[in-house]
């Protein structure tokens, strides 16, 4: 099972910063957050992944509480082309256990 | 530079055919993944090749087999295609570290449909 939950669905007009939040309450301490999105119709794409600082480069800004049970990935300024399903997914950075599991991931519709 | 390749982007089988879906590495990465993503679903988790040797294994039976090549090309099969092999299979590539684990790059998928 995901160790992750998500919002289902979320909405964001076009030009506004878009937040999109993630709970990983069963965090544990070696464990990294990683954001990929799926725009449809093709493979998932990597966006970002922190371990406890907040993390920012050209395509988004990750922030984690301080308890590291939370995040939230901002979109600064939303595009149509960011309409996509974005996951959230916790994983060991290091070691035998390579595998992501996802789980179903927001769906980000940005209106214009 | 090129990313992640897959081949052929679209499949149609009949139940109980055998299926080879092949994969491309990132150029610099010498480690492949597969994961089946369900309609709706997220992907989950196949298999993991690296110096042409399966390392991890998600819970699938063994009717799911792969391959990878000395060029880092990587093959998965199915064999005795069941109706609910129907799926998007995604191939991802990174590069091996003794230290942190580089993030996954994805091929656009194969989608196979079996009748």
């Known amino acids: 099972d995901a160790k992750t939950t998500q919002p289902p669905s979320m909405d964001c007009a076009e030009g506004r910063a878009a937040n999109l939040p993630c709970n990983h309450s069963?965090?544990?301490?070696?464990?990294?957050v990683y954001w990929y999105r799926q725009i449809h119709s093709q493979g998932p794409q990597y966006i970002i992944h922190?371990?406890?600082?907040?993390e920012t480069n050209e395509m988004a800004s990750l922030i984690i509480t301080e308890d590291r049970k939370s995040s939230t990935l901002i979109l600064p300024h939303a595009t149509l082309r960011d309409t996509a399903v974005y996951y959230c997914?916790?994983?060991?950075?290091?070691?035998?256990?390579?595998?992501?599991?996802w789980g179903l991931g927001t769906s980000l519709a940005v209106n214009p | 530079d090129a990313g992640v390749t897959q081949s052929p982007t679209h499949l149609i089988k009949t139940r109980g055919q055998q299926v080879t879906l092949r994969c491309s590495p990132k150029?610099?990465?010498?480690?492949v993944s597969w994961y089946q993503q369900a309609l709706g679903q997220g992907p989950q988790f196949i298999f993991q090749?690296?110096?042409?040797?399966?390392?991890q294994r998600g819970n699938f039976p063994d009717r799911f087999s792969g391959h990878q090549f000395p060029n880092y090309s990587s093959e998965l099969n199915v064999n005795a295609l069941l109706l609910g092999d129907s799926a998007l299979y995604l191939c991802?590539?990174?590069?091996?570290?003794?230290?942190?684990?580089?993030?996954?790059?994805f091929g656009n998928g194969t989608r196979l449909t079996v009748t």
């Open positions: 997914i916790v994983r060991a950075n290091a070691g035998n256990n390579r595998k992501l599991i």
């Open positions: 069963t965090i544990s301490g070696n464990e990294y």
């Open positions: 090749y690296y110096e042409e040797e399966e390392r």
């Open positions: 922190g371990l406890k600082n907040n």
């Open positions: 991802a590539s990174s590069k091996d570290s003794p230290g942190p684990n580089s993030p996954l790059h």
């Open positions: 150029s610099g990465h010498d480690t």
